[in-house]
C-alpha cells in the first residue's frame, strides 16, 4: 500500500511539473518558477484539496536533490576556480553575513519581535541559496560567466560560514550568551573536515576514476560517482555538517579528473530529475494565508533581502577589485534567501527559543525571493546598461578605476618594502580588533550576570545592559582610534602605489589617489562598524537614546584621539624594544 501512493504521489509530482514547464517555456519564462507553481498547484493549502498524500517522501526526495544539485556545482566549479576567486568571495560574503544579520536584527525589532527572534531573523536573511541560484543560472545559460564563478565562489563561502552561524546560534539559544570557545571548537573541526576531505580525495579518487574507467562502463562510472557523492554527503551529516557542503567537496575534487566531461554528460539527467523535485516541495509550501496575515512583515522583509544583498554583495565584490558590471551582477544574482534559512528557522523552533510564526516568515520571503531570482539575473544585463546611460561619464570612469588599480597592486608586483610596510599596519588592526572583541564579550558576560554580583545599583542604571555597552564602547575608543589611524595609513599607501608605473596628468593622479585611499578607509570602517553592531547585538539602545550615546562618545573620540595615538604608540615601541632584546637573548 505504501509503495502504491509513492508512485501516485511521483507520478503527481512529474505529470503536474512537466504540464506547467512546458507552458513556462512557451511563455519563455524561467523554469523553476514552473516547479514552485506546480508544487502549490498540488499542495496543502490549494483548493479543494491536496493531490500529494505522504509529502515526508517528496521532502526526502527533496533533499536528494540538494545533495546532487551541489555535488553537479562541485563538478562545474573546481578547487583552481575556488582558489582564483577565493579573496572575492571571502571579502563579499563576510561584507554580506554581517550587514544582513544586522538588518535582520533591526527589523525584528521594528515589528516588537522577541529578542531571540530578532536575533534568528537576522541570521535567516543573512544565507542566500545555493540551490536555487545554481539552478537559476544553469536554466538562463549563465552558468560559465566569469560572474556566475564568483556567484558560485560567494555561495561557497557562504555555506562554511553557515555552519559556524549554526554553532554561534545554538550556544546564545541554549546559554544566552556567546560562547566563543565553541564557536571556535567547531571552526577548527571543519577546517580539519576540510582539508582532509580534500587532500585524501585527491590522492586517491582520481586514481579510482582512471581504474574504473578502463571498463568503458559508463553505467560502472555513474555509479561510482554517485557513490562518492553520497558517501561523503553522509559522512559530513554524521560529523555534524551539512550534507550539501560534502557534495560540493568530492564534486569539486572529481572534477579534477580526466573523465570530468563524461561524468558530467552523466550526472546531469538525475540531477534534473531530483532538483526538479526539490522545487516543487517549495511550492507546497506556499500557504496563502500566511501570505494574508504576515503581508507587511514578509513584504518589508522580502524589500530588505533584495535591496540589501544586491548591495552589499555588488560593493564586497568591487572592493576586492572587480568592475562595476560585474560587481553588479553578482549582486543580482545573490538577492534571495532559501534551504539554510529553513534550518536556522527550524533550529530555533526545536530549541524552543523563537516563535511559531517565524517559520513560516521564513519560507514566504525565501519563496517569493526565489520568484524573483530569475527575473534580477536576466534583467541585470539591462541594469548595468540603464546605469551606464544615466550615469555621468565621468563618474563612471572613476568607478573603473579602482578595479584597474587593484590588478596594479597585487602584492607579488611589489617591492619588500611596500609589502613590509602595509603588512606593519595589517597586524595592528588584527590585534586592536582583537582585544576590542574580548571586551564586548567580557561585557556580554556581565550584563548578563551583573545583577549577581552588583546588587547596590542606582536606580537611574537600571538597565544594565545599555551601561555595559557604553562602558565597552567607551574602552573601545583608544583601540578604534588606531584601527582607524592604520586603515587611512594603509589606504594613503596604497593610494601612493596606484598607477605608479602609468603617465597621468598630476590632477587626475591625485584624484584617483584620493578615490582609493578613501575606498579603502570606507571599506575598513564598514567592516569595523559591522563586526561591532555584531558584538553589542544584545546590548546597545535603541531610537534617540543611541543616537545620543554615540555622539558622546563620538566627541570622547575627537577630544582625546590624539593622545591615545600617542599613548599607543609609546606602547608599541616598548613592546618592540621589549620583544628585539629577547630576541638578542636568545
Known amino acids: 500500500m505504501h509503495s502504491t501512493i509513492f508512485i501516485q504521489d511521483l507520478t503527481i509530482v512529474l505529470v503536474v511539473a512537466g504540464l506547467v514547464t512546458i507552458l513556462f517555456r512557451r511563455l519563455g519564462q524561467p523554469v523553476v518558477l514552473g516547479y514552485i507553481l506546480a508544487g502549490f498547484i498540488i499542495g496543502p493549502h490549494s483548493p479543494p484539496f491536496s493531490l500529494i498524500h505522504d509529502q515526508e517522501i517528496i521532502k526526502t526526495l527533496a533533499g536528494l536533490g540538494i545533495i546532487l544539485l551541489m555535488f553537479s556545482l562541485g563538478l562545474h566549479f573546481s578547487l583552481r576556480k575556488l582558489k582564483k576567486v577565493g579573496a572575492t568571495a571571502f571579502v563579499a560574503a563576510i561584507l554580506e553575513i ?14 516588537h519581535f522577541k529578542e531571540m527572534d530578532a536575533i534568528f531573523l537576522g541570521a535567516i536573511l543573512s544565507i542566500s541559496s545555493t540551490t536555487i541560484i545554481v539552478k537559476a543560472l544553469h536554466d538562463l545559460g549563465k552558468s560559465n560567466t566569469p560572474f556566475a564563478e564568483l556567484i558560485f565562489g560567494i555561495l561557497i563561502v557562504e555555506d562554511i560560514l553557515a555552519i559556524a552561524l549554526l554553532a554561534l546560534l545554538s550556544g546564545i539559544a541554549l546559554t544566552g550568551e556567546l560562547k566563543v570557545g565553541e564557536v571556535a571548537d567547531t571552526l577548527i573541526r571543519l577546517g580539519i573536515f576540510l582539508a582532509v576531505v580534500l587532500v585524501m580525495g585527491l590522492l586517491t579518487v582520481p586514481r579510482l576514476l582512471n581504474w574504473v574507467s578502463r571498463f568503458n562502463s559508463r553505467e560502472m562510472t555513474l555509479i561510482t560517482c554517485l557513490g562518492l557523492c553520497f558517501g561523503v554527503s553522509w ?234 555597552w557604553f562602558c565597552a564602547m567607551l574602552l573601545s575608543i583608544p583601540f578604534l582610534v588606531v584601527v582607524f589611524r592604520k586603515l587611512k595609513d594603509m589606504g594613503g599607501r596604497l593610494g601612493e602605489r596606484a598607477f605608479a608605473s602609468h603617465e597621468m596628468p598630476p590632477k587626475r593622479h591625485a584624484l584617483v589617489r584620493g578615490l582609493i585611499s578613501n575606498t579603502v578607509l570606507m571599506a575598513g570602517v564598514l567592516g569595523v562598524g559591522l563586526w561591532m553592531v555584531i558584538l553589542s547585538a544584545t546590548m546597545y539602545p535603541q531610537g534617540l537614546g543611541l543616537a545620543f550615546l554615540l555622539i558622546l562618545l563620538f566627541m570622547v573620540a575627537l577630544t582625546f584621539g590624539r593622545s591615545f595615538h600617542r599613548l599607543y604608540s609609546k606602547a608599541e615601541a616598548t613592546l618592540q624594544e621589549t620583544v628585539g632584546e629577547t630576541r638578542k637573548e636568545l
Open 98 to 111: 554581517l550587514f544582513m544579520f544586522w538588518i535582520g536584527y533591526e527589523l525584528g525589532h521594528l515589528f
Open 235 to 468: 559522512l559530513a551529516t554524521y560529523l555534524g555538517y551539512s550534507d550539501a557542503l560534502g557534495a560540493f567537496l568530492i564534486g569539486a575534487v572529481i572534477a579534477e579528473s580526466r573523465q570530468i566531461h563524461d561524468i558530467e554528460s552523466l550526472v546531469e539527467p538525475v540531477r534534473d530529475l531530483f532538483s526538479a523535485i526539490f522545487f516543487v516541495s517549495v511550492g507546497l509550501l506556499i500557504d496563502p494565508k500566511l501570505l494574508i496575515q504576515y503581508a507587511l512583515p514578509i513584504t518589508v522583509i522580502t524589500l530588505a533581502v533584495v535591496v540589501g544583498k544586491v548591495a552589499t554583495c555588488s560593493f564586497g565584490t568591487y572592493v576586492a577589485g572587480h568592475e562595476p558590471k560585474t560587481s553588479f551582477r553578482v549582486g543580482m544574482g545573490l538577492a534571495q534567501i532559501g534551504e539554510f534559512s529553513f534550518i536556522i528557522a527550524g533550529l530555533g523552533i526545536s530549541l524552543g527559543v523563537t516563535s511559531n510564526f517565524l517559520y513560516p516568515i521564513a519560507v514566504m520571503v525565501s519563496v517569493l525571493t526565489t520568484l524573483f531570482t530569475p527575473y534580477l539575473i536576466r534583467g541585470s544585463d539591462r541594469m548595468v546598461d540603464l546605469f551606464e546611460r544615466i550615469s555621468p561619464k565621468g563618474f563612471v570612469a572613476t568607478l573603473e578605476l579602482y578595479p584597474r588599480w587593484v590588478h596594479e597592486i597585487r602584492l607579488k608586483e611589489m617591492k619588500e618594502a611596500e609589502r613590509k610596510k602595509i603588512l606593519s599596519d595589517l597586524w595592528p588592526i588584527g590585534i586592536n580588533l582583537a582585544l576590542i572583541s574580548a571586551i564586548f564579550i567580557v561585557a556580554n558576560f556581565i550584563a548578563e550576570n551583573g545583577p549577581e554580583y552588583w546588587t547596590a545599583r542606582p536606580d537611574y542604571l537600571k538597565d544594565l545592559n545599555i551601561l555595559c
